[in-house]
């Protein structure tokens, strides 16, 4: 597998950076010179143009304390977009690698189930959310407050 720079469109390639336009280039000059070994330069010109159409740019302002800032560079670094790309890969888990030895302490909520007592964890910020008491079957639904209300 290739290392791959979304940001700047670029793979690494034995070490060096090609952009899809520099792949193409080396392609056509084996080509002009009779030399038909370029299927490296091929599969790395498909694999960045793969990861290319399947990537989606964000625009955002983030504004962050100084703290928050600290913490965010200690994620990943001086390059603040570095630092926010890998926070949010390390975040939504896509990244193992960024995410390795930087925990990330996701929410979880632990409420009672209304008819046996059981205790019922949620794992995800997501409200309105159905829940079941794995012990009595009992369903619901938590709202965005947190509290339990039954299904209609």
């Known amino acids: 597998m290739h ?6 469109a670029k793979i690494n390639l034995d070490g060096v950076w090609f952009s899809a336009d520099d792949l193409a ?4 000059e ?6 038909m070994k370029f299927s490296d330069l091929a599969g790395a010109l498909e694999a960045l143009q793969n990861a290319l159409e399947n ?3 964000l625009d955002v302002k983030v504004i962050l304390s100084k703290e928050e800032y600290e913490k965010l560079k200690s994620i ?3 390059d603040d977009r570095d630092c926010v790309t890998k926070a949010i890969k ?3 888990g896509s990244d193992p690698e960024d995410a390795k030895d930087k925990p990330i302490n996701k929410k979880k909520l632990l409420i009672k189930c209304p008819k046996c007592k059981a205790p019922i964890e949620i794992t995800t910020d997501k409200r309105p959310l159905d829940v079941e008491c794995s012990k009595c079957g009992t369903g619901g639904r938590l709202t ?8 209609t």
Request: charged fraction near 35%; charge should be negative.
């Open 3 to 8: 290392e791959i720079k979304l940001s700047e």
């Open 25 to 28: 280039n080396k392609i056509q």
């Open 30 to 35: 084996k080509i002009d010179a009779g030399d």
């Open 55 to 57: 990537a989606t740019t």
């Open 76 to 78: 990943g670094g001086d």
């Open 90 to 92: 390390a975040f939504i």
């Open 144 to 151: 965005l407050e947190n509290k339990w209300a039954k299904l």
